[in-house]
Each structure stands twice: as C-alpha cells, then as structure tokens.
C-alpha cells in the first residue's frame, strides 16, 4: 500500500473513530496481508498532520493516541454550534434595570420602594454579570446600602451615546398619551440578527425613535455623556 | 398449464438435500410429493424462510418461471395445499392466513372450472385478478424492501465523520432585550408608583444622574481627589456644567465632601465616609 | 471572507457538529457583519465536495442538510473499529419499512393487506424507537387507526435528501388476458421507462405512489416525512 492510501484510511478510520486511535489500533484495522510496518503508517500519520495544515483540523496525539480535532482557531463558529437559545427576561428584570438606569444612584432599597416588591438577588446578580449594572457607591444611611448605577456596557447595548438619549419622563408621558400605533412603532423596531430582510425599513424607525428618545438640547455634538 | 414441470423442480431453499427420505420421523414418505420434501428439522426454518403465504405462493411461482400474469392455478393450488398439509403434519403452528389462502385459491380454481359464455368472456374479471393484484402488489414491496436495504446505510456502509470539537458545553445565550421593552417597563413601574404627577426625575436630566455615577466611581474616601481631575475639558462646557451639577447633587445627598484647604488652594472631593465601610466596593473595579 | 477560508470554515462546523447542518444552521453560525452570502456558501460547500473526491471521506447532502460521512469504500477498515456488527433487520421489518417509505400515510391494517399476515407490536415499535417511523394522524374510519410516515431521520440514516430518491417501486403490469394489446402500445412508449404511471388498472393507486416516492413537490410540501 503506498503512502496515499494508507492516509487516505488512516484519514477515514480517525475521522469515523470519534476518539483518539493508537498506532497499534490503527494498525490492528488492516488484514494480516495488507498491515503496514510501523514506519510506515507513522509516516503516513505524518504526511496527514502536514495536509491539515492551513485547513481547519489538526491531527494531534493524546494519551490515548491520535486524533483528528477542530483547530483553536475555529472555535468562534464551532462553540455557537451549542448555544442555546435564550430566554426572556423577566419584567421585574426589566424595571428593575429601568429604574437603575434612569434614577441612579439608586439603592435596591429604593428599587424596592418604587416597585412595591422586594427585588431578588438573582435579578441584581444577573444584571451585574451581564455588566449593565454596578455598583457606584453607598449610601450614608444605616446599613449602609449600595448603589447602583449602569455601564458603558449598558449603553453601548442599547446603541445609546448617552442616557440623554433615553425618553424623559416627560415625554413618556406624552408618548403614552400619543396612543397605540407609536408604540407599535416603538416595539416593532427589528433588532440584531434574523432580519437582514429588514435592512429598508430600519433606518426610518431608527431616526424615529431617536426623534423621540433625545431631549432636544441635550442632543448637541458635544453631548457631555459620550465619555465615561 | 404446465402441470408435468412440477415433479422436476425441488425447493431450493434450506438443507433440502441432505437427508434421505426414509428416515424422517420413522414415517413412511412415499405418500409426500418428492418435489416438496424438506427435512423436518428445516420446516420451522423453512416456514420462517416466507413471509407469509403470498410469499410463499411468490416462491412457487418464481420456482417455476411462471408468468405472474397466467399462473397455473390448478398446479399451482395443488403445490401450496401439499405444502400446508405437510406443515400441519408436522405439528407446525401454521399462521392462519395460510389457511385463509388455501381457501382463496381453491375458490379460484372453482370458479376457472365453471364454463363461461364467450360473449362475456371479454368484460368478466379473471377469477384470478385479485390474486395476481395481491401477488405483484406484495412482490413490488418485496422488491422495495430489498432495495432499501441496500440503501448505503449509516454506521454500516458510510460513517458519519466527526472531529473533536474541544469542550463541547452548551452555551447559553444571554437573553436579548429591546429599548422599547425597557422603556415600556419603566413607564410601567412609574405609573404603578403613582409617581406620574412628581417632577423628581424631570428635574435632572440624566446625564446628570449619569456622571453621578461616574463621579462617584471615581472618587475615594481614603484619599481626597482633586476637584479639577473630575473634568473633562474635551467635553466641552455642557460637558463640564454636567459634572459640576453632578457634583452638587452628589454633595446635597451626603455622598461626597468637598473640601478647600483655603482661598484659591485646590478644590478636593472625597467619597463620603460611609463608603468608607466597604471602601473595594465603593470604588468599583 | 474568501471562498477557501469559507470551505474551511465549513469543514471545520460540519466534522465538529458530527449530524447533519443546514445551510441555514450554517449561515447561522457566522456573526452578523461577517455573514457570507447563501451563494457564497453554497460554492463554498461545492468547493469542499470537489475537494474531498477521491479521498476517504464524502461531503454528502441529507434530509436534514450537510454531511461529512466516510466513504463506504473505507468501510472494510473502518468497520472494524466497533466490535459490534451492525445491526441486521429481518425481512418482516424492512418490507413494513418500505411499505411506510412508499405509501405514507399508511395504517397497520392497511400494511397488513398488502403483506398478507399481520404487522408485530414489536416490529412497530423498533422502527418507532429508531425514529425511522412515526405515528402523522389517525385515519377517519371507525377505530381511528393510527397513520404511520417516515422521519427525516429515517432520510438521513439512509443517506436519502427526500422521499423522491427512494429507489423506484416495480411496475404492475396488467392481467395478460386483458391486456396484451395495452402493453404492446406501452413498449412503444420509450420515456414511459420508470414510471409506474402506465398502469391503467390501478389509477388511484399508481397516483398514491407517485406522490409519495417521486414527485418532488409533493414529498417537500406534504409528505410527512419532511416534517419534524
């Protein structure tokens, strides 16, 4: 048998193997008559290691013996091959978040005060591993309570340059006076990855909601809240 | 028909030339048909050997290079009975679609005896058209079967190719949220709080309550920070008035001390002393 | 992204996913901005397919999408990897199996009739536990009969795309009394070779099998089989 064929089957029998092959195992897969030396199967090992070269599989030897696996660098788009898909956030997530973002400083005691409902720990934990929240200081006041504010993070998530760009309450109120079909707009606003279709409206409900997300004089150039 | 082939032909399926015929079960065979004889040890195999009696009737008819489209019903009826009775004779537990074949095809062969006018003959169904429906409708998915065998089937013919894929954990996605969601949950909790009427939040804007935070992250209570250092001066002045607001809204909630050691010495800011308690946190990372 | 870092790429996804991965699922797996076009990709997996010919291994193209699989060329050395031989089906289960292949939506009773001896409990429930069958409705007749269809899985170990690349059911031919005149007039007809539509007797039948086993439409749009 010559070269070629022994890594096209050495080849076959690792990739088919799904775990690591001795040298013996490997050999002990072809008929008495047929069996390689061991140089030459090595050989053949090797040949294969340097045609993976530049592709993105490596033929590497564990303990156990040789294996055929995905290169580092191919982990980007081979680890999302076991994302799972995510769930929603709970609304007293979501208020929670909404009250640090725009009464911050803020303590979850306050939190607690404006909600009528103690907040979990497992809401702050969350919103601070997800590093859209932490905490700035703490109040002089028994017990000392932290506060909390956002991040650059949490801005940058939301596409926001600064918090101005979030609706004042002034004109949330306005906004839900203004009635159904703007907030139809608002919640239509198509985010992120599955609608590339999309593409031709997005702009328009963009500037749409940034109309209405920025105070009119805080929306200057120099926007004070750009740096961090 | 070809009645006189039938004497020629032996199955050619299970051991069928092994024994000789006397010996079978110290039973006297002569009365059995030669062409059917089958060791008894081979009859339970043999009968597993058919799917069921179209099957069999399938066999005698290939056995034969019998057109399945002209059978001879009557030797044909003659060789399936032979075989019945043998297996019945053996004591064999014969599936009773076996029987109900028996009946079908003596039905048949009566009815291909009955004369029939030759006016009618052209309209009038074969006896046997049923039969043949069924034979070439079973042998087709025969055939089907054998075929999908042969398809290349996974870990048999062809091997799924599969390389290691380092630590293959399942990586949760953090959930995604939109800004009118957020919005919407904060417009919610504020009008659950009756809060509407108060101008509290209206009165900062919130780049304001923003740089709070920020100046607060910035500040210690272990050391003091100069005043200066807190600005930004590419900012620009709206840059600057906001930090100074955020400055003095600090100080008004106790949150910071400002300090000057005297008239136009530097301005310094220090974390309140509270902070002091957990200073690591206070300061953030 | 380039086409050969694209075939790398793919390579790379497909020997780590180690089942079947859609274009889609392919696709999915790219960030937003470095997303290639379907084309792309698709040449791209062309280009990987070229690649592999002659080698051990095959870019194949299943029910549920795109496979590397070893070539069953390589399967004398590769068999012997498992010290279990592969599974044998009996008769009894691979005429059933084709009986649901080709004529799904199929009850028990009615796969009972063409066989002419009764389906086993345990044969249904094999072809269940592999997932090569599945129960797709309840016929409208007294008793409510279960329905029975093919899976993608089913496809997939069979290294099918559809149900149209089944191997084609034999012809019936007509009762020879009645119809030799017919099938004169059929041996004249050359593109009639394959299909079983010629059979006059049997319309309602014949039409039966064409949609499941051939028309392409039909086993895409309505077959169970390609459902989930």
New interface residues.
């Given amino acids: 048998m010559d070269i070629k064929r022994l890594k096209q089957i050495a080849e076959a029998i690792l990739l088919a193997a799904a775990r690591p092959v001795t040298l013996d195992q490997l050999l002990a897969l072809f008929g008495e008559n047929e069996r390689p030396e061991r140089a030459e199967m090595r050989a053949a090992l090797e040949a294969l290691e340097a045609e993976f070269d530049g592709r993105g599989i490596e033929l590497v030897q564990v303990a156990s013996g040789y294996r055929i696996q995905v290169t580092d660098e191919m982990q980007p788009w081979v680890s999302r091959l076991w994302e799972e898909k995510p769930a929603r956030y709970s609304r007293a997530l979501l208020e929670t978040l909404a009250l640090i973002a725009y009464r911050q400083p803020i303590t979850r005691g306050e939190i607690e005060d404006v909600r009528g409902v103690s907040v979990s720990t497992s809401i702050m934990k969350t919103l601070q591993e997800r590093e859209w929240v932490r905490v700035v200081g703490h109040r002089e006041v028994p017990g000392h309570p932290a506060m909390y504010g956002t991040t650059k993070e949490f801005l940058d998530y939301f596409s926001l340059k600064s918090l101005d760009e979030l609706p004042t309450l002034a004109e949330l109120r306005d906004l839900s006076t203004i009635g159904e079909e703007l907030q139809l707009d608002l919640s239509d606003i198509p985010e992120t990855q599955l609608a590339p279709a999309n593409d031709d409206s997005e702009p328009e409900q963009d500037a749409e909601v940034i109309d209405m997300a920025q105070a009119p004089d805080a929306a200057e150039d120099d926007s004070p809240a750009t740096l961090h | 028909m070809s009645e006189d082939q039938s004497c020629a032909v032996n199955p050619d399926i299970p051991t069928q030339e092994s024994l000789p015929l006397a010996v079978v079960q110290g039973q006297s065979l002569d009365s059995l048909p030669k062409d059917l004889y089958i060791p008894p040890d081979a009859l339970e195999v043999f009968l597993d050997a058919f799917?069921?009696?179209?099957?069999l009737l399938l066999y005698l008819i290939r056995k034969e290079n019998l057109?399945?489209?002209?059978i001879p019903i009557a030797e044909i009826t003659r060789q399936y009975v032979d075989y019945i009775e043998l297996m019945q004779n053996m004591r064999l537990e014969l599936?009773a679609?076996y029987l109900v074949?028996a009946a079908m095809l003596a039905e048949i062969k009566s009815r291909m005896l009955l004369p029939r006018p030759a006016a009618v003959e052209e309209d009038e169904d074969?006896p046997?058209?049923e039969l043949?429906?069924?034979l070439?409708?079973?042998?087709?998915?025969?055939?089907?079967?054998?075929?999908?065998?042969?398809?290349?089937?996974?870990?048999?013919?062809?091997?799924?190719?599969?390389?290691?894929?380092?630590n293959?954990?399942?990586?949760?996605?953090?959930?995604?949220?939109?800004?009118?969601?957020?919005?919407?949950?904060?417009?919610?909790?504020?009008?659950?709080?009756s809060?509407?009427a108060h101008h509290h939040?209206?009165l900062e804007?919130?780049?304001v309550?923003?740089?709070?935070?920020?100046v607060?992250?910035r500040i210690r209570a272990s050391h003091f920070t100069r005043f200066d250092d807190l600005f930004?001066l590419?900012?620009?002045?709206?840059?600057?008035?906001?930090?100074f607001l955020a400055v003095l809204e600090l100080s008004k909630?106790?949150?910071l001390e400002i300090t000057q050691a005297e008239a136009f010495a530097p301005i310094h800011v220090k974390?309140?002393?509270?902070?002091q308690?957990?200073p690591e946190?206070?300061t953030?990372?």
């Fill in positions: 799917e069921g009696p179209l099957d057109d399945i489209l002209d599936a679609e074949m074969d046997r058209a043949v429906r069924r070439q409708e079973y042998e087709r998915f025969k055939q089907a079967a054998e075929d999908v065998d042969e398809l290349p089937r996974m870990g048999r013919d062809v091997f799924q190719a599969e390389a290691g894929a380092g293959r954990q399942v990586v949760k996605l953090p959930p995604e949220v939109q800004l009118p969601d957020l919005i919407a949950a904060f417009q919610d909790v504020i009008k659950r709080a809060m509407y939040v209206q804007s919130l780049s309550r923003e740089r709070m935070s920020s607060l992250e930004t590419e900012e620009g002045r709206m840059g600057v008035v906001v930090t909630e106790s949150l974390a309140a002393d509270s902070a308690a957990v946190q206070a953030g990372t």
